[in-house]
């Protein structure tokens, strides 16, 4: 307590020190300023000199008195605020005058939003000058003939016209602020729904911004993986955000970026919870369908999260604690050109026992040895000893090269470990779990000429899983899975006109996984290591009609995939057209038609039921060609949106066809668990959303039906239900805000998942093979119970003092304490009876919150 309280009162000294003396310099300079006439006659009189100058130059010309009695030094800061020419005849005499030309620059803003405006054409009328506004909104153009006339213009508002003179470089330069062109509102651009902070862009894709993210029921921090889940098609059906399932696809054909960098690991504690540290990410895209082909990998879907990329002028940062974890970020600016970010967060698992962290580990390790051996008889002899945290930090350092050109370098490290150890009399049994994500990635983003840009971006990325299991006596198995990646990509964007763009680029992927096993008892040693290497061209158009009522985009993308390291090397050529086309309709109307084909090569493969503890069983994988094909998906969508006043309505049909699957990447529990038998699967459904939302209230109903079917030819039946397939989904959840206080609350249903039943009756177990094994029915020919289950959450934001803001939240996840069963499977214990094996949704769990930002 006495160190926080150190590093509070240290925030407010320097936030005193940055800030008011600044306040003062300002207060003190604002009010020495004076008209430059009278200054200039002061000057004469005080060094003995003569300036010779036209009155109506001068004459309504203020200056800001500098703090200097050096005359050289009062003359270039005559020059810097007036920007007049100044001339010296001699010792004594000075000609000042107008300047021909002046260099020009400003910040265009919208009136309304008060964000910035990229994009926009400035324009010197009556020259062939012109440059469009960068990111930020910036623009800056040298030697502009002082008489001209400059027009600012972008669709959606009213064009500006401004003299050079009003816009002459300064420090800092002025703030041009744009009107919205009303006659043109009736354009259906952006929803925003559910909550603040989630925008459904003219794309379709959904735009997630943290800092203006409002609240969830059961959230009380905007965990990335857990928010997006609130959308219509996007669930778990295991209650986590590392086995994320989009319109019926496995987890590992999500493609998730961090800072344009591939993640291989996605959560903590066994994926409860996002290993994604949220304040320091600016905004997250997810995309369903109609990807851009800048992206490949992802059959399913792209969750592309980036960070702050924006140099500010002072220091922002925040801390704060829950049940399970604290963290600390901030943003520190070491010069205009130069500023670092920074974000670290650890669990404290290791050190107390929490209500939210009872919860979680009971559900985590509710069918593993370390479960099974709390719940067995404790003799007075044995010692358990249990150890469990959880990590992450990132980095991440900002220069602006020039007013045209951006550097970044990004790094991010994630760690979850977990060691058991059980001391008995016959020895000593132990079992660690090491899971680490660590990834370096790079930036330039450069702008030749107002109409093409390029962005250049290389990354590395290792991700680990080490276990051990280490029995007193009996069989051990070592098992680590490693994967490495190396990349470089190259956009590149040229604008052929006001309403049409042109990306090209190149992508260059190296991938290599690792899958070691040792077992002893008897002896068994596999080291299976694969590098594929992945050419990819891409190249797209991108139109959005003057009145922005039609926007499409269509493009192509060039794979060229080789496999270096298998006994069987191949090459193969995928070519992968995307669509993505909406329309207005009517005022608040617009439908889209979306389409995309897909490939990817890594894949987890979901190994023994009892490896890595039970409870994180998924290995990474590169595809071969035949044992395990490239993965390869085409979709198309239908759908239409309404967006008026404070309604939105939006139905969407969808059907997806995924070639290239195996049983081992898609967690069969049954007969079929061990084939490898290779497939497919045909998802189609539809999605509906409706949302009423006010200034105060947010209120939705959204329903998903989906048929999600496996094709195995080798497999009889050959075609049954898929592990994913949830026919219905239905989200009845609103939010309250009033003043300082926000609340969520919210039920989530959905139809149980298929599983496996044992053949009843003697029949049940095989007997003449060895080991013995289970005698199933036809795959997938049962269902697990109907799933509900409700949340709230509640926020409460207040200020400590005039700099340092702050919040306490508290959530229940799992109101009613509903049992929900997750998943049932089967094994023959050492009695060579049927065991049945129910997974278990959370129990209540209570969750608390504290932070402050500053």
Not at 254 to 259: C, E, Q, R, S, T
Not at 298 to 327: E, H, K, P, Q, Y
Request: hydrophobic share 35%.
């Amino acid at each position: 307590m006495l160190k926080h309280n150190k590093y509070v009162v240290f925030v407010i000294a320097l936030y005193l020190f940055l800030l008011v003396p600044y306040s003062n310099w300002a207060q003190e300079n604002s009010a020495q300023k004076v008209n430059l006439i009278s200054y200039l006659e002061e000057l004469e009189r005080e060094f003995n000199i003569k300036f010779s100058y036209v009155d109506q130059d001068l004459g309504q010309l203020q200056f800001s008195v500098p703090d200097t009695d050096s005359l050289p030094q009062i003359l270039e800061e005559l020059r810097k605020q007036t920007l007049l020419d100044i001339t010296k005849l001699n010792d004594r005499y000075f000609a000042i005058s107008k300047s021909k030309f002046v260099d020009i620059c400003a910040n265009v803003v919208d009136n309304f939003e008060n964000s910035t405006i990229m994009n926009a054409t400035v324009e010197v009328l009556g020259s062939n000058i012109s440059q469009i506004t960068d990111l930020e909104g910036q623009f800056k153009i040298k030697e502009v003939p002082r008489n001209a006339n400059i027009a600012i213009k972008h669709l959606g508002f009213k064009t500006k016209y401004l003299s050079a003179e009003e816009l002459a470089a300064n420090n800092p330069c002025k703030t041009i602020l744009l009107s919205p062109n009303y006659q043109q509102l009736e354009e259906v651009v952006v929803y925003q729904f559910l909550t603040t902070g989630i925008t459904k862009e003219p794309d379709a894709s959904i735009e997630l911004n943290t800092d203006k993210f409002g609240i969830l029921p059961g959230l009380i921090e905007p965990d990335v993986l857990q928010t997006i889940q609130a959308l219509p098609g996007i669930k778990s059906v295991d209650e986590t955000v590392s086995d994320i399932n989009v319109r019926g696809g496995t987890n590992d054909q999500n493609l998730v970026l961090w800072d344009g960098i591939k993640m291989y690991h996605s959560g903590h504690f066994f994926g409860l919870i996002s290993a994604f540290n949220p304040y320091l990410i600016e905004n997250v895209n997810i995309i369903k369908n109609g990807t851009s082909v800048q992206y490949g990998d992802g059959v399913s879907s792209v969750i592309n999260i980036r960070t702050r990329n924006d140099i500010g002028d002072s220091f922002v940062g925040g801390a704060g604690f829950n049940l399970l974890s604290g963290d600390v970020f901030g943003q520190l600016p070491l010069s205009e050109k130069v500023s670092v970010q920074f974000s670290g967060r650890r669990s404290t698992t290791d050190i107390i026992n929490t209500p939210t962290y009872n919860r979680y580990f009971d559900k985590v390790f509710q069918d593993s040895e370390v479960k099974e051996n709390n719940n067995s008889s404790n003799p007075e002899n044995t010692v358990r000893d249990e150890n469990f945290y959880f990590y992450d930090f990132t980095g991440k350092l900002l220069y602006d090269i020039n007013e045209n050109q951006k550097a970044r370098l990004s790094f991010i490290n994630t760690n979850n470990h977990l060691k058991y150890t059980e001391k008995t009399e016959e020895g000593t049994a132990k079992s660690l779990l090491e899971q680490t994500n660590l990834s370096f990635g790079g930036s330039l983003e450069s702008k030749w000429t107002p109409r093409w840009s390029t962005h250049l971006n290389l990354y590395y990325t290792r991700y680990n899983l080490d276990s051990q299991n280490i029995p007193s006596q009996s069989q051990q198995l070592f098992q680590s899975n490693q994967v490495l990646e190396k990349a470089i990509k190259l956009n590149s964007n040229y604008n052929l006109g006001q309403n049409l763009n042109w990306l090209n680029g190149y992508q260059l992927n190296e991938v290599g996984i690792t899958n070691f096993t040792q077992v002893t008892q008897p002896a068994y040693r596999s080291n299976i290591k694969g590098v594929i290497m992945t050419h990819s061209l891409f190249s797209e158009l991108d139109y959005r009609s003057k009145n922005e009522k039609f926007n499409a985009r269509g493009g192509l993308r060039l794979n060229y995939i080789k496999n270096l390291k298998t006994f069987k090397t191949f090459d193969e050529v995928i070519l992968e057209p995307r669509l993505n086309i909406n329309y207005a309709l009517t005022d608040g109307l617009k439908t889209e038609l979306l389409g995309e084909f897909k490939s990817q090569t890594t894949n987890q493969i979901i190994d023994l039921e009892q490896n890595f503890l039970g409870i994180e069983k998924r290995r990474w994988t590169l595809s071969d060609n035949e044992i395990l094909p490239i993965t390869k998906s085409k979709q198309i969508s239908l759908g239409i949106n309404y967006d008026k006043n404070t309604l939105y309505v939006g139905v969407e049909g969808f059907y997806k066809k995924v070639d290239g699957i195996s049983t081992a990447t898609q967690g069969f529990q049954n007969q079929d668990q061990f084939n490898g038998e290779i497939g497919k699967y045909d998802v189609s459904g539809i999605e509906f959303l409706i949302n009423k939302k006010t200034a105060t209230y947010s209120t939705w109903l959204s329903y998903a039906y989906n048929t999600n079917n496996y094709t195995f030819e080798n497999i009889t039946p050959n075609q049954f239900p898929n592990n994913l397939d949830i026919r219905h989904t239905l989200t009845f959840a609103g939010t309250y805000t009033y003043k300082s206080f926000r609340m969520g609350l919210g039920a989530n249903y959905h139809t149980g998942r298929p599983y496996t039943k044992p053949q009843e009756g003697n029949n049940s177990i095989i007997l003449n093979v060895f080991p013995n094994q289970i005698n199933y029915e036809d795959p997938n020919s049962s269902r697990l119970p109907a799933y509900l289950r409700a949340d709230a959450s509640f926020i409460y934001n207040f200020k400590i003092s005039e700099g340092i803001k702050s919040s306490v939240g508290a959530s229940v996840l799992n109101l009613l304490n509903k049992k929900n069963i997750l998943n049932i499977y089967y094994r023959i214990n050492e009695q060579n009876e049927i065991e049945t094996i129910e997974r278990v949704s959370l129990g209540i769990t209570p969750n608390f919150s504290f932070r402050m930002s500053f």
